[in-house]
């Protein structure tokens, strides 16, 4: 079975520009979280949605946004880019909110 | 607060000696405790869970984690580290708004 994929895996963008990044989880999952890794820390939580509805919301700023669509893939949105959102993305999906989560290699944005 | 904490930055063990990373948590119910393991410029891979039950969780690739309550620790183990071991690895758990929280990593380095 296909693991969870993020695409693009690489990404460069200048500052105040906007970002799409996409994540298909793993077959039968409904739940999807997003996560922001910066060098030299762990994951922090961006949002979770469930059955295409958000279940939580980490502290990021509104210009972080997602959503899920029916297939269960989501999207993670973030506008007006600062040089502080360069990071990895993790996306992790999940068959319930509280189960194991399974992480995809994550998309590697670079803001300039 | 609700917060898991990795004491330990950078370890280095050498290859065929024991290993133990330290993770400690602070929640007021049964929490919902992971281990994971990330490789350089890759996503996370799970190594074991615990959400109840017996508290020594057996994971892939020989490891082992001990949920001990009076502690508030969840350290994972393994017996005869391997060269392939050398990466970051990761504790989590859920806080109570349902959101994974992650220690901030210990590095290990394993010495031939």
């Known amino acids: 079975d296909a693991g969870v994929t993020q695409s693009p895996t690489h990404l460069i963008k200048t500052r105040g520009q906007h970002v799409t990044l996409r994540c298909s989880p793993i077959s039968g999952h409904k739940s999807v979280s997003w996560y922001q890794q910066v060098l030299g820390q762990g994951p922090q939580f961006i949002f979770q949605y469930y059955e295409k509805e958000e279940r939580g919301r980490g502290n990021f700023p509104d210009r972080f946004s997602a959503r899920q669509f029916p297939n269960y893939s989501s999207e993670l949105n973030v506008n007006a880019l600062l040089l502080g959102d360069s990071a990895l993305y993790l996306c992790a999906s999940s068959s319930d909110s509280f189960w194991g989560q399974y992480f995809g290699p994550g998309t590697r944005l670079t803001v300039t | 607060a609700q917060s898991v904490t990795q004491p330990d930055i950078h370890i280095t063990v050498s290859e065929g000696a024991s290993l133990e990373l330290r993770c400690n948590y602070s929640?007021?119910?049964?929490?919902?405790l992971f281990w994971y393991v990330q490789s350089p410029g890759q996503g996370l891979q799970l190594l074991l869970k615990?959400?109840?039950?017996?508290?020594l969780v057996q994971g892939i690739k020989g490891f082992e984690a001990e949920f001990k309550r009076s502690q508030s620790s969840f350290n994972l183990r393994k017996p005869s580290v391997h060269w392939s071991d050398a990466a970051e690895y990761f504790c989590a758990g859920y806080n109570q708004g349902g959101k994974l929280i992650f220690g901030q990593g210990t590095e290990l380095s394993v010495k031939p």
């Open positions: 929640y007021g119910a049964t929490p919902y």
């Open positions: 615990y959400f109840s039950g017996d508290t």
